[in-house]
């Protein structure tokens, strides 16, 4: 059997936070929407299109203690539909008894960008395209019937085009549903694309450049030609724990084995953790103060007239965890499971509650660690144990899961899960730049990138980053026979060195270590990054992507610790030229030896579609490992239980 403890009273704070990283509550929501009410910073067409804790400075949470008062503030981009002006405030809702506006600036929108798009403006898209007459013409020379057509707003990127200056644009893609079972992904109208002035509600330019025929074959798994019995040839697998889950949870507190975290949920970073420490000897040692995946892009390679400008910031220019889903048991997670609510506001500033939305539970993963010795016939297998908090979200045709897992060996890992529905075009052939997914039907190359942010504490806040490699060593007196190699260590002393790219062919990993804290072999302490090492952006350099994501052009970057630098490809990214994020962090070349550290992690997947991804994609997998180098004396999981078997008992 399974079960599920549903922890609805565990996430529901009340307006008084007892801890600074307490979870956003309602009553703070709807604080910080009177506030803002208040201080006219509100008409009638307003629309709250980001709500999410502002958090307390590093200082003021590493000294909080039980019983001390707590500061508590929310922060917000608003955007008014009728103008299209938008405004980022901070809203202090301490009191519990309304808040009140301590900051608040207008978004220079030619300078900046524009804010995030709001659900209401994709729901009007519809409407806007059937009262264009160049749409309407597009579509009638191609024997289209509008009424079925599906329109798909993306975020337009800036390309400098005149005629956008200043303008809240998105570019709109259709696609063809013949009846309310029909999956229109499987019929592109491709060659043609509207662009829309959602302030206006008008199109303004039809781009119309090739007519390519729609392909016609269904595409719901669950119909033909696709539809199969199901199988029937797999028998129950149950995960049961009959003493309960090995965790506790104290608000948004956990603690398991000698990992403890506290974690906070953001409709534009999704699923955030806090002060991971790990205990040993009787003390928590620091790790991590904050870890997070602030941004992603997805770039596209179809450089075709309609789409060569399809590159999506799912957070900056989506807010994507808005779309979290209601996990279920069973199907997203299985075992013991405990599940948190998270609270947010919807685009009218009240708020919202995900049931479900966060998933924590423990795995088996295997063996942990094991050796059977010739010499004294011990026997000995430990299994491996990990703990799981994750989350899920469906944007557009794209479902990513976000999963934290922690070892028992003092390994961190995040792993990001890609499935759903590619994005598809027609097919042009074999020299284009996509696959053939059924007939007609083409899937474009793309990239998934990711870029995790790491506030490490190792041990302290006082730490240094190194560069590892595995090198070679030449043929020498001291290596007569070739068979050398060692490990290289360069430090990286400022923001401009630590500009990095992995390379797996050296076995590249990237070493923070704090050197006011050795082992027992008088060793600095540290955790080291280990990358996957896939591509990095494949754009030109030139190119408008490779600008406003630089992030995702490097592996890796590391920062000097400022509060105010928290999104990696600045804080407006929808419609944003570029030069924001973390080429202006690095720009001052600060000192990192001996600093309070950030490493910016870029990784992800480079998609190039195959049939079997059609028609609904299985799970494909990226992330990256923090693993213990020195910071431990020893295997700090030789206390890991034996099985539960008299096979597992060991002599």
Known sequence: ????????????????????????????????????????????????????????????????????????????????????????????????????????????????????ILDEEFDDIEAMLLRSEEWLSALGKRGIDP????????????????????????????????????????????????????????????????ELAVPMERGEWDAGPHASPMRTDLKALEIIQPDGPSFTVDGNLISW?????????????????HQLGFRDGGEVRPVVYRASIPEMVVPYGDPSPARYWINYFDQGEYMFGRYTNSLELGCDCLGEITYFDATISDEKG????????????????????????????MTETRRSRRLVISFFLTIGNYDYGFYWYLYLDGTIELQAKATGIVFTSAYTG?????????????????????CARLDLAVDGHRNAVDELDAVAVPVSDTNPHGNAFR????RLTSELDARRTADNLRSRTWLVSNPDKQNRLGEDVAYALHPEGQPTLLADPSSVIAKRGAFATRHLWATQYDPAQKWPAGEIVNQSPGGDGLESFVAGDRPLDGEDVVLWHTFGLTHFPRPEDWPVMPVDYTGFKLKPVGFFDRNPALDAPRGTTSHCHGS
Request: proline fraction near 4%; aromatic fraction near 8%.
């Open 487 to 490: 490990q290289a260590r360069t």
């Open 147 to 210: 009424e079925k057509v599906r329109a798909v707003p993306l975020s337009a990127g800036n390309f400098g085009h005149e005629d956008e200056t200043g303008r809240r644009v998105c570019r709109v893609l259709a696609f063809l549903q013949l009846d309310e079972a029909d999956l229109p992904w499987a019929h592109p109208i491709d060659g043609v694309c509207a662009y829309v002035d959602l302030t206006a509600g008008e199109v303004f330019e039809v781009v119309d450049s090739a």
């Open 350 to 377: 009240r708020p919202r509650v995900v049931k479900n939305a966060i998933c924590l539970h423990e795995e088996d993963y295997g063996v942990l660690w094991k050796h059977t010795d010739l010499f004294n016939g």
């Open 1 to 116: 059997m399974t079960h599920a403890t549903t922890a609805t009273d565990r996430t529901d704070t009340s307006p008084s936070a007892t801890h600074p990283l307490s979870l956003l509550a309602a009553e703070e929501i709807d604080a910080a929407r009177l506030a803002a009410q208040q201080a006219g910073l509100t008409t009638d067409t307003t629309r709250f299109v980001y709500v999410g804790l502002e958090e307390a400075p590093k200082h003021e949470v590493l000294a909080h203690r039980d019983g001390d008062a707590v500061r508590r503030r929310v922060n917000m981009i608003l955007i008014d539909r009728a103008t299209g002006f938008a405004t980022v405030a901070v809203a202090d809702v301490t009191s519990g008894e309304g808040g009140e506006i301590v900051e608040s600036r207008t978004v220079d929108a030619a300078g900046e960008g524009q804010a995030p």
């Open 430 to 450: 074999p020299d284009g730049f996509a696959t053939q997914m059924a007939p007609g039907l083409g899937a474009p190359f793309h990239q998934h990138l990711f």
């Open 257 to 273: 084995a000698d990992w403890s975290f506290r974690f906070t949920f953001d409709v534009r970073e999704g699923l955030v953790l």
